[in-house]
């Protein structure tokens, strides 16, 4: 039912529902055999699917096998997940700022594959989410997980966060999302401090707090884990689409994700493509 709602939600903004996208798996449903590889193909179109750890430590085994698969697909368009970040010269250094996305951009760079973003409009997504919680909780859930991966997987300090915060929010206000009601990352600490008493600085809240698979009561979270999952599951429509769609036009596609996506995505997947 969950699925279906989200169908119906997608499909009136942006496309005709596709009957396949009800076998997406609801966060809240436990898998027992996940799967973060998938190999799937539709005639000449073949879909190469990794699911990473989100990581930014170029030694980390998974890059080196995210290249092999890469090198042996040879693909005609590589999707990835996140902002559309610059893309620095040096492998090592694209992955220590955007991890398996900045491996992916600089792999489709250096080889001149067309690159495409698996993530809905923006507005759509945040229109969505306000669809349950209020502005105020969803500017937080943006700008909070933003800085739990910048402290995390950038190490950086309170300083660098809120300058990266600010210019998040600037970036919002100039794509017309007037619905947060941040314009500084001192409204930010103004409104996590309605919240949270711990940890004391808003720039420190953790990572567990953004784990669609948790709930906000065991993390502390109070509404986080919720928007994260309504927000997870909301992108796993568009990603389903976008892949899906390109493999039936006949494109050698690869594509890597943060490894949870694989597998609620899997079962609607192999619809979309084997089945066609």
Known sequence: MKTLILLATFAAANATANPCLERLVPYSTPIANPEYRLALASGAGQLTYFGARHSSDPADPQFAEIEKQWNAQRPQIAFYEGPNRPVPKDRNEAIRQTGESGLVRWLATRDGVQLGRLEPDSKDETNYLLERFTPEQVGLFFTLREAARLRERRNMGEAEITRSIDQLLERAAGMG????????SADVAQAYARYWKEPAQWWQAPSRWFDPQAKSEDTGGIFTNEVNARSSAFRNINMVQRLSATVREGKKVFAVVG????????EALRCAIDNN
């Open 177 to 184: 999302l007037n619905a947060i009601p941040f314009r500084t």
């Open 259 to 266: 490894r949870d996506h694989v597998s609620h995505q899997a």
